[in-house]
């Protein structure tokens, strides 16, 4: 033991943290965080775009069922909503004639211009109405990717975050889209390098879309996080081993263990979509699945809690 005197604030310090009363005190201060994120496997059909009321009306009881879920499989509220790819992207449908979306399904390559001029009419609506539902809901919301064109008049596959307040806080742009979005749309891509994570209750989040899940350069290009979540359209078959070779594949070998894979379901413009949404974990031993949905049916949605 040194000799050297302690001074009294130094003494007061060493009775309050050897205090119970105080130990106590500075635990009921300092709770454990967890995340709460709830998936939607949300169904698509020109029904649902046929305007904007029942665009919203769709989504608002996608909602309605997911809180319904999270409030009975868990203690915590929820943190983040998850849509898949292209949740928006039809959204443009509700300006057009039905003659114009009938002529749009059958040639969407000769009618870009027609394409164009929806987006660029919906993307305003887009952007309004997940502002207004995130802030009267009280939790951020990943509202899967809509179509927009940027400034030079290109068409992107853009994913869009919205804070609890309503504010429009992060964007991501599909790097490797798929061929019929080059040869419909001549879709413009974006980079790797531009992609960045996001934070939801203290808890980091990277982002893949779609095709670019099963690119192994976003194994190096993502930082550590404590969720990776993939978004998807497939209009490919359902198959337990084509999905395996996305998240499932990539998850060991990048710096984060946790995974979530959303997809879209329905049947739109002669597309149609089918794919499980599902949670997995790296165990550093083995990938696996914790929770997966039915991948056929459509509006199913899923809850999955990191303390």
Excluded at 181 to 203: C, H, M, Q, W, Y
């Amino acid at each position: 033991m040194t000799s050297a005197k302690l001074n009294p604030g130094a003494i007061l310090i060493i009775f309050m943290l050897f205090t119970p009363g105080f130990l106590f005190a500075r635990a009921a201060a300092e709770p454990e965080k967890s995340l709460t994120i709830g998936a939607v496997q949300f169904s698509v059909s020109e029904e649902v775009y046929s305007s904007i009321e029942s665009f919203r009306s769709a989504v608002e009881e996608s909602l309605n069922k997911l809180e319904i879920k999270a409030a009975s499989s868990s203690e915590s509220s929820l943190n983040l909503a998850v849509f898949p790819e292209y949740t928006s992207a039809f959204l443009g449908l509700s300006f057009l004639s039905p003659q114009e979306v009938k002529s749009l399904a059958a040639d969407t390559a000769d009618n870009r211009s027609l394409v164009g001029w929806a987006l660029r009419m919906a993307e305003p609506r887009v952007i309004s109405i997940w502002s207004e539902i995130a802030r009267e809901r009280g939790y951020a919301i990943l509202a899967g990717t809509t179509l927009i064109l940027d400034n030079e008049g290109n068409i992107r596959n853009r994913a869009l975050l919205f804070s609890p307040e309503g504010e429009l806080i992060w964007t991501q742009d599909k790097v490797f889209p798929g061929a019929p979005e080059v040869e419909l749309l001549n879709l413009k891509t974006g980079k790797i390098s531009d992609a960045r994570p996001f934070e939801i209750n203290g808890f980091e989040i990277v982002t893949t879309i779609c095709r670019d899940t099963y690119h192994q350069e976003w194994e190096e290009a993502l930082p550590e996080a404590d969720l990776w979540i993939d978004i998807k359209a497939n209009e490919l078959p359902f198959t337990r081993e084509y999905y395996d070779k996305a998240l499932p594949e990539r998850l060991p070998d990048s710096p984060t263990n946790t995974g979530l894979t959303v997809s879209l379901s329905g049947k739109i413009l002669g597309f149609s979509f089918i794919g499980s949404t599902e949670s997995l974990i790296d165990d550093g031993i083995s990938s696996r699945i914790i929770e997966t949905s039915d991948p056929y049916k459509e509006n199913a949605v899923l809850i999955l809690n990191i303390p």
